[in-house]
């Protein structure tokens, strides 16, 4: 556990394959890892990274933990891409040491032996052809060989239980057919993902076929199987067979057809008869509808359009008569798939629903995703910190989601502040969630601005200009030159215009470098915004150096 704590602040700290891949190899060959963590690193390192972190939040601990941990990857996809390589090479240098020096892996130092306490075995101890084999592959998940041993029982005759049989069904349809990757496995990006059907000689269809009996759980397996791999036309067939063979489907079974609804209707009305025919034929079969029913015909109703903003409020009060809360899922939370009907303004006018109080009257103790465009829209700060202060309540902080999530979740609460407060209270906000939270995007710091420049604050923005190169934002040509116009729009004190020449200046300095992977260009207004806060400033040599620059980038002085 030590190793892996140091190896995981190695790669947050310098987060590059040479300097993760010396400190591996270092680190096996040294007694104490944490003062070998010392010679790479100093603390001036780790306190960089901790600086900006909250230190009077209640909740702190695990939520900035894994922020801090995350910082170098956080916001765009080459890091963690480079991360993701880190790690894979890692694996990969870690392969080869086990592989090359296997006794030092081999030896048990836990004294007394705890079973449970162990590393899981993932190695088959059962080699001859019988269900106790069957079984083992199953729990392990070992797909392909789960198959063959099935085919093996089969062919030399021996009966397999329907549970059994069920349960390979069950791994099937989960993984498909083939095994499942490595738990620790590098995450894969979208693109790189590839999408999996099933074939018309898969082995779960094979199997089924060959069952001599089949009951509800057999063909729920084939159906969410079908389902998840993309093979939704024959999720409906194989449903008609169990109606037809006079059996009832289960929650899971309707819940996997609503999932799919949408794929096999081409118009938004069809798809919403067809999910609510399903709801109905739930009814008429008496199965209870869960959480995960809702979220799927919320889920369905973010394919419907139009359609989908007006069937979705009875939706949520369908739930709240049934008792069931709003609350997330594994796969979706019902507040994302509630979102498509609650991002406009209309939609909360035209429903007259105050989201806030429905979502307390259901303890709802996670609603940022949802309610963060609904405070935008109206305008209301007061429900937006009533919305922020239920984070603090126990670990709520998890329901923020990954860390786009919470780029958007932060990203707009601090528009309204930016919109509704004062500026004293936006700096206090500022100071709080910016970085150690929130990494802003460029119209992020423009809101700021325009907070500064709303209560007359513009002394600020020397300092706010060292934040947006920080930030790597002093490539954005629009906020560059916002923030240029407002620093020439009027004078100032002396002090306060000697500092707007020398932040003009530096941005003067980041227009002439042409080394920049994305260079600025001068605009006419660039040009004469600089020139006016130096003559302002009675830099009357570097204003003239300024109008040189005129004819040079071939613009007319405004």
Known sequence: MLYNTVVNWCFWLKGTQEISGQFTIALLSEENPVSLFLKFFSFSDIIIKYRAVQKDSNTFGVAELQYIQNYSIYFCVRPQKLYSLAQESGRTAAKYFINTYPKYFQKDFANPHIPCLMPETLELQVNEVSEAALIERIQLRKVKAAVDMYDQLLQ???????????????????????????????????????????????????????????????????????????????????????????????????????????????????????????????????????????????????????????????????????????????????????????????????????IFSQTLSLQIKSCWSLLSPQCLATKDIEQAYRVHSLLGVGENWKLLGDSYYQSIYYGRFFNLLCMMEHIDVVLKWYKELIPSLYYPNSQGMRDLLQALDTDNRLDLIPQIWKDIKRMGHDNKTELVEEMLSLMARENQIPEVQQSFADCALDVKALYTQTDRRVPLSWSAGSLSSITSILLAAERTQQAWEMLKLFKLANRVPS
């Open 156 to 354: 030399a005759g021996t009966p397999v239980s329907l549970d059994l049989t069920n349960d390979l069904l069950d791994l099937i349809s989960l993984y498909g057919d083939c095994d499942p990757a490595r738990g620790d496995a590098p995450e894969q990006r979208t693109e790189e993902m590839v999408s999996l059907t099933l074939t018309s000689n898969n082995n779960a269809e094979r199997i089924f076929n060959m069952m001599p009996e089949r009951n509800r759980r057999s063909y729920g397996a084939l159906i969410r199987g079908m389902v998840k791999h993309g093979a939704y036309s024959k999720a409906f067939n194989t449903y008609t067979d169990l109606l037809n063979n006079r059996l009832t489907g289960d929650v899971h079974i309707f819940n996997a057809l609503i999932s799919a609804a949408p794929e096999v209707r081409e118009k938004y009305v069809e798809k919403w008869d067809l999910i609510v025919d399903l709801l109905k034929q739930m009814a008429e079969q008496k199965v209870k509808p869960t959480l995960l029913t809702f979220n799927a015909v919320l889920k369905a109703l973010r394919r419907c359009g139009s359609l989908g903003r007006t069937q979705a409020f009875p939706v949520i009060n369908e739930m709240k008569a049934l008792g069931i809360g709003l609350s997330p899922s594994p796969a979706q939370t019902s507040f994302q798939n509630m979102q498509v009907t609650l991002n406009s303004k209309e939609a909360i006018e035209t429903t007259g629903l105050n």
